[in-house]
């Protein structure tokens, strides 16, 4: 497991799984790449400067669901690159938890996988946002599946998907509603937290 058990059993928060690249930032080694800060890092012995735009209101995104989840980042980037804009982006250290490539599980064609039943919590309270349909290749009934951020300053997607998140924040199981996270808060018409909506995983 990538977690211990939860010690206080009366943390009944949902488990929110963030990726960083093309989901929370953009970056880029081209010199004419916009950008909201530099990332410089060394690996494999050389010298490497990272240019990384932040998505629109990802600073709101993350203030919002930090109060309601237990919010980690897992990235198949390198962790030092991915650290060093975390510790930028995280200003506020909201972010409970972080993993990085190595915590990516390598299938035998060579896909990085993100194993959310390795986080030690169960199965219909966790959400993963990510733009890589290959990240949630085996827990798809548990994603959000955002669209690449790619440096457009128009994106609005962090902030529908944290209306939609705030509105499911004390769903009994996650999955069923997953799929209409792009209603963003018109959601909240249609879910009522006092039943149990019912979904078959195959």
């Known amino acids: 497991p990538l977690l211990p058990p939860r010690s206080d059993p009366s943390d009944k928060r949902l488990t929110l799984i963030l990726?960083?690249?093309?989901?929370?930032?953009?970056?880029s080694f081209d010199m004419t790449f916009e950008f909201d800060f530099e990332a410089p890092?060394?690996?494999n012995g050389c010298w490497c400067t990272a240019r990384v735009r932040k998505?629109?209101?990802?600073?709101?995104?993350?203030?919002r669901v930090s109060k309601h989840f237990e919010l980690i980042v897992m990235t198949a980037g390198v962790e030092p690159y991915a650290t060093l804009v975390l510790d930028i982006l995280d200003k506020n250290r909201v972010l409970d938890n972080r993993f990085y490539?190595?915590?990516?599980?390598?299938?035998?064609?060579?896909?990085?996988?993100?194993?959310?039943?390795?986080?030690?919590?169960?199965?219909?309270?966790?959400?993963?946002?990510d733009n890589s349909p290959n990240a949630y290749l085996w827990h798809p009934h548990n994603a959000v599946d955002s669209k690449d951020f790619v440096g457009d300053p128009r994106d609005t997607e962090l902030n529908t998907v944290a209306d939609f998140l705030e509105t499911i924040k004390d769903a009994h199981d996650v999955r069923p509603h997953l799929p209409h996270w792009k209603k963003g808060k018109a959601y909240q018409t249609r879910y009522d937290k006092t039943k149990t909506a019912t979904v078959t995983i195959s």
């Not at 990726?19 to 970056?27: A, G, I, M, N």
């Not at 998505?55 to 203030?63: A, E, H, T």
Request: hydrophobic share 40%; glycine share 2%.
């Open 41 to 43: 890092f060394t690996l």
């Open 101 to 129: 490539r190595d915590s990516c599980t390598k299938t035998d064609h060579g896909l990085l996988v993100k194993d959310l039943s390795r986080f030690n919590r169960p199965m219909d309270k966790i959400i993963i946002v």
């Open 55 to 63: 998505r629109p209101l990802v600073d709101s995104f993350l203030d």
């Open 19 to 27: 990726d960083l690249d093309e989901t929370l930032v953009s970056s």
